[in-house]
């Protein structure tokens, strides 16, 4: 049965050095994000005439059936359907990519709501790398070279974006900890650190669901 880590991090978790290394330790592929953040932002902010709320916690396939009945029901004016659906074939497309991915090389995937796509896989870890805002900043401004302003503008830009797309897409919280085997605090330790304890935690659990 081929192996699955997937990876959720928020800005500044330094989840882009862990899972490559992770991949490279395990003998797994990396499949890094797909999503920018301004893809993200364009997903999660899309749909005129809803309020901010509604439009974070509606996944896209739920939103389109309501979309439709608004020309009939209030009159207005329906947001770019296509875009939408666009939206809607671009989530697919993911969906079918890691499972093929679960059932033929295994990998570590970073972002992509793999958590929340592979959920209940008995052969898959979810690990959610997190910290401390503050902390988060000071290792994204260590990492990429910046300043504290920049650091701060990036994280909330980039962690509002990614939250708003997998509910918009999912209907789902990135932050939900019952999405997650393992919740790491890696603002706190090494980024081989984290590699270590996350290789062990995926051997064990493959051999589990194996029966090894």
């Known amino acids: ?6 990876i959720s991090a928020t800005y500044g978790a330094a ?11 395990l ?34 396939s739920k939103l389109l059936l309501y979309l439709a009945r608004l020309p009939s029901v209030l009159g207005t004016p329906v ?14 497309e993911s969906d079918e990519m890691l499972g093929k991915l679960e059932s033929t090389t295994g990998a570590v995937v970073l972002g992509r709501a793999a958590a929340v796509v592979l959920t209940d896989r008995p ?39 990614r939250d708003l797309y997998i509910r918009r897409l999912y209907g789902r919280d990135a932050a939900d900890v019952t999405l997650y085997h393992l919740l790491i605090d890696s603002t706190l330790l090494s980024v081989d650190a984290c590699v270590d304890i996350l290789a062990v935690a995926a051997t064990r659990l493959w051999a589990e669901a194996t029966g090894g």
């Not at 049965?1 to 997937?6: A, I, K, S």
């Not at 989840?15 to 330790?25: E, I, K, M, Y």
């Open 79 to 92: 947001p770019d359907l296509e875009t939408l659906d666009r939206e809607e074939k671009l989530r697919q």
């Open 123 to 161: 052969a898959v870890l979810h690990a959610r790398l997190d910290g401390p805002p503050e902390r988060r900043r000071a290792r994204a401004m260590a990492i990429e070279g910046i300043d504290e302003a920049t650091a701060r503008d990036r994280q909330g830009e980039t962690d509002r974006a």
């Open 27 to 60: 003998g797994l592929p990396f499949v890094d994000r797909f999503v920018s953040v301004a893809l993200a932002h364009e997903v999660a902010t899309s749909g005129e005439g809803l309020h901010e709320t509604e439009r974070s916690a509606t996944p896209t």
């Open 1 to 6: 049965m081929p192996g699955v880590v997937t």
């Open 15 to 25: 989840g882009s050095l862990v899972a490559p290394r992770l991949a490279d330790r």
